[in-house]
């Protein structure tokens, strides 16, 4: 069972930046994709970022510019670097991780607002 610990979420104004982690632990296997998601309130969850073990990368066309996903393999980290923040930015993010199945971390909240 592979548990993920999110950090980095708040407050912050338009135009501002945050950096979210999440640290993943009790994988037996290499955990191949890591990512985040997002989600508002009556919507589904819409995939942000992802990196593969590999360091491939995939980013929503709404961040794509913005935001920048990376991760370290021997730690199990995976951060989101979020730049240029806009009000549509704001959301829970959930991390996620793909080892035998998907795991997922409980959530943290951004908030863009002035």
């Known amino acids: 069972q592979v548990q993920l610990v999110e950090s980095g979420g708040g407050l912050v104004q338009p135009g501002g930046s945050l950096r979210l982690s999440c640290a993943a632990s009790?994988?037996?296997?290499?955990?191949?994709?890591m990512g985040w998601f997002r989600q508002t309130t009556g919507k589904s969850r819409e995939l942000v970022a992802r990196i593969g073990v590999d360091g491939s990368m995939y980013y929503a066309s709404s961040v794509k510019g913005r935001f920048s996903i990376s991760r370290d393999n021997n730690k199990n980290l995976v951060y989101l670097q979020m730049n240029s923040l806009r009000a549509e930015d704001t959301a829970v993010y959930f991390c996620?991780?793909?080892?035998?199945?998907?795991?997922w971390g409980q959530g943290t909240q951004v908030t863009v607002a002035s």
């Open positions: 009790g994988n037996r296997f290499v955990i191949n994709n």
């Open positions: 996620y991780a793909d080892e035998t199945a998907r795991y």
